[in-house]
């Protein structure tokens, strides 16, 4: 899944700068801020489903 979603977004960003819809450098700042976002993004929605099961678990008799 992961390598799809490189893959995917290697082929967006570069046909964008092929057609001229963006500069390259664009194409990289796209690049650069999903590689800081989606991981903390991943790891915030980690974090509450761990919360929402521990409190899950603390209700439970």
Not at 20 to 34: E, K, N
Not at 39 to 61: F, H, I, S
């Amino acid at each position: 899944m992961l390598a799809a979603a490189l893959v995917a977004g290697a082929a967006m960003g570069w046909a964008q700068v092929a057609l001229g819809a963006h500069y390259p450098t664009d194409t990289l700042g796209g690049w650069c801020t999903a590689l800081a976002v989606v991981p903390a993004t991943a790891w915030l929605v980690d974090r509450m489903a761990d919360r929402l099961a521990d409190a899950g678990r603390q209700q439970r008799p």
